[in-house]
């Protein structure tokens, strides 16, 4: 016996899904989003020009702004999206939508007055509960017999509309590309040198911890000074004194960002720290005469947030800054055991870090 309600009504799956998908569209996934998206892609990319394409795109077109925004700690989960777009994009193409070359003149060229198309990215929770339903023929039939026109909801045709649906993946894919190298391509950190470097081609350590601590004023500009400092260091250009300085302010970027940067800055940073001997943590120094007794330890306990920034500054322009619990020798800044502290304290950072993200190892593959 066939229930028909049930024939007409949405795939309870992908009521499921709905309700994963708003949770994940107002920040509050009570879902993994990398595992629901990939998921999502996958199911796409399976069949690009399927009968859930239409909801797939919708649902994807929604959620790009939030695989974008640094929330997800692996590439492959943006890869697969926009691959899964770009593949069901073609198939638009070749069946009406923009670029087949059988628009109708004004308009969007599928036979749609401009504006009947719906609007979506007003009420993202709206969008994927709607491209949810588009999924399945019970799930589209439910929409028409619940549609309210008074209350904006628009025909089905317009959600399945080849055009529209071709500028919905087109907008998703630029998004997620932005996002990609936003959060995990190539950084250009050459222009930086004349903002940190001095006349004389020291650096301007001051200048450098203070954009790096700075961050209410500008993420982007602390985690590119960190990245710049650390590549510098690793290099080894410029004056010997300076690597000190350079060192200290690349661990001093990884502290002030708690809840960890984008890719694109952190793995050559992750890198970089990694090059640091850490074997001098078993073994005795001259300083030992107290635990927690070097430089960075003591002004940082002096003074919480502040005091590592002023004493490491103490060493480049004392005239201008004191360092709490200073001043500290030279060979206090420079002993190889605090360096090993700074380092093993910044690598129990990265690893917090990628596992508050959900990050493997598979994004390797971008070092
Ligand atoms: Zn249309
Ligand atoms: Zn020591």
Same mark, same amino acid.
């Given at each position: 016996?066939?229930?028909?309600?049930?024939?007409?009504?949405?795939?309870?799956?992908?009521?499921?899904?709905?309700?994963?998908?708003?949770?994940?569209?107002?920040?509050?996934p009570h879902c993994d989003p990398a595992l629901t998206l990939s998921i999502c892609a996958d199911?796409?990319?399976?069949?690009?020009?399927?009968?859930?394409?239409?909801?797939?795109?919708?649902?994807?077109?929604?959620?790009?702004?939030?695989?974008?925004?640094?929330?997800?700690?692996?590439?492959?989960?943006?890869e697969g999206? +926009?691959? $899964?777009?770009?593949?069901?994009?073609? /198939?638009? &193409? =070749?069946?009406?939508g923009p670029g087949s070359g059988s628009g109708p003149g004004p308009g969007p060229g599928c036979g749609h007055a401009p504006g009947e198309h719906p609007q979506v990215g007003d009420?993202?929770?709206?969008?994927?509960? +709607?491209? $949810?339903?588009l999924l399945s023929p019970? /799930?589209? &039939? =439910?929409?028409?017999?619940?549609?309210?026109?008074?209350?904006?909801?628009?025909?089905?045709?317009?959600?399945?509309?080849?055009?529209?649906?071709?500028?919905?993946a087109d907008e998703a894919v630029d998004r997620l590309r932005e996002g990609l190298q936003e959060l995990f391509g190539e950084r250009e950190t050459g222009?930086?040198?004349?903002?940190?470097?001095?006349?004389?081609?020291?650096?301007?350590?001051?200048?450098?911890?203070?954009?790096?601590r700075r961050r209410f004023r500008s993420d982007e500009d602390s985690a590119e000074a960190g990245l710049w400092a650390a590549r510098r260091w690793m290099a080894g250009e410029g004056a010997s004194e300076d690597r000190l300085g350079l060192f200290l302010a690349v661990c001093s970027c990884v502290f002030e960002w708690h809840e960890g940067m984008p890719r694109t800055f952190f793995r050559e940073i992750e890198a970089a720290v990694k090059t640091?001997?850490?074997?001098?943590?078993?073994?005795?120094?001259?300083?030992?005469?107290q635990a927690g007794a070097h430089p960075w330890a003591v002004a940082n306990r002096l003074d919480r947030g502040a005091g590592a920034f002023a004493a490491v500054n103490a060493i480049y322009a004392p005239e201008d800054f004191e360092a709490p619990g200073g001043p500290f020798a030279l060979e206090e800044w420079n002993c190889p055991k605090q360096a090993a502290e700074l380092a093993e304290a910044a690598i129990a950072d990265f690893a917090d870090w990628r596992n508050m993200r959900g990050d493997d190892e598979d994004d390797e593959k971008w070092e």
């Open positions: 016996m066939v229930n028909n309600d049930a024939m007409l009504g949405p795939d309870p799956e992908d009521a499921e899904l709905a309700g994963d998908l708003r949770s994940i569209v107002s920040d509050y199911r796409l990319d399976d069949d690009p020009t399927g009968d859930e394409r239409a909801g797939l795109i919708v649902i994807l077109n929604a959620t790009c702004w939030y695989a974008a925004s640094g929330r997800i700690g692996t590439a492959k989960v943006l999206m +926009t691959a $899964a777009l770009v593949a069901a994009r073609t /198939g638009l &193409a =070749a069946n009406g009420d993202r929770e709206y969008d994927v509960t +709607t491209g $949810a339903q019970g /799930g589209r &039939a =439910a929409y028409e017999r619940k549609r309210d026109g008074e209350y904006g909801d628009p025909p089905l045709d317009g959600w399945l509309c080849p055009a529209f649906l071709a500028e919905l222009h930086l040198d004349k903002r940190y470097l001095r006349s004389d081609g020291r650096v301007d350590i001051p200048r450098l911890t203070r954009t790096i640091v001997d850490l074997a001098p943590l078993g073994m005795p120094c001259a300083h030992e005469h």
